[in-house]
T-cell receptor, first 111, second 114 residues
Framework: RKEVEQDPGPFNVPEGATVAFNCTYS??????FFWYRQDCRKEPKLLMS???SGNEDGRFTAQLNRASQYISLLIRDSKLSDSATYLC????????????FGSGTRLQVQP | EPEVTQTPSHQVTQMGQEVILRCVPI?????FYWYRQILGQKVEFLVS????????KSEIFDDQFSVERPDGSNFTLKIRSTKLEDSAMYFC????????????FGQGTRLTVV
């Protein structure tokens, strides 16, 4: 089983749509969770950290379910500029402590 | 805003040559990383560095790879004898701590081995 698993997409949605991405992780010792965004041929940039109680930042909402080892990202009112690859990133407490990346989910927002 | 800087942005090298990729992490960060991303594939961990030594490395980071922090600011990745399959984007990252803190990435060095 992959350490961090994401649906690769692509998700093609119209402007204004709500879209949700899911991610599962295999190591129950995972401690910290993040969503990063990566534009084509650019570096990953932090979108938001994911907290146990769930958190929201403007149009973006992240949820964590530790029991199911599942993380989600919801984007409301999609903009053209949201088109990118969204990376689920996990920090495991034991073993490899560096950030572990999922393969990413590609989002294409269409006019 | 502080940022991680990498040089060069693009390097073309012949197979078998040595390359050194350079990074200047954010100044008050303590943990440094190299990741790579082959075109169209996921971001893969190579190595992490803390307190002037390697703290962990992946199976990709074999004897051909080495890292160094020669002075207080630069963090380098050396590939001794490049192979075609080393062609990738190499990202340097730094973090303030190793738990719960985000990693900041440099803009990457695109390495092309011909």
């Amino acid at each position: 089983r992959k350490e961090v698993e994401q649906d690769p997409g692509p998700f093609n949605v119209p402007e204004g749509a709500t879209v949700a991405f899911n991610c599962t992780y295999s190591n129950s010792a995972s401690q910290s969770f993040f969503w990063y965004r990566q534009d084509c041929r650019k570096e990953p940039k932090l979108l938001m950290s994911v907290y146990s109680s769930g958190n929201e930042d403007g149009r973006f909402t992240a949820q964590l379910n530790r029991a199911s080892q599942y993380i989600s990202l919801l984007i409301r009112d999609s903009k053209l500029s949201d088109s990118a690859t969204y990376l689920c990133v996990v920090n495991i407490l034991t073993g490899r402590r560096a950030l572990t990346f999922g393969s990413g989910t590609r989002l294409q927002v269409q006019p | 805003e502080p940022e991680v800087t990498q040089t060069p942005s693009h390097q073309v090298t012949q197979m078998g040559q040595e390359v050194i990729l350079r990074c200047v992490p954010i100044s008050n960060h303590l943990y440094f990383y190299w990741y790579r991303q082959i075109l169209g594939q996921k971001v893969e961990f190579l190595v992490s560095f803390y307190n002037n030594e390697i703290s962990e490395k992946s199976e990709i980071f074999d004897d051909q790879f080495s890292v160094e922090r020669p002075d207080g600011s630069n963090f380098t990745l050396k590939i001794r004898s490049t192979k075609l399959e080393d062609s990738a984007m190499y990202f340097c990252a730094s973090r303030r701590g190793d738990r719960g803190t985000e990693a900041f990435f440099g803009q990457g060095t695109r390495l092309t081995v011909v």
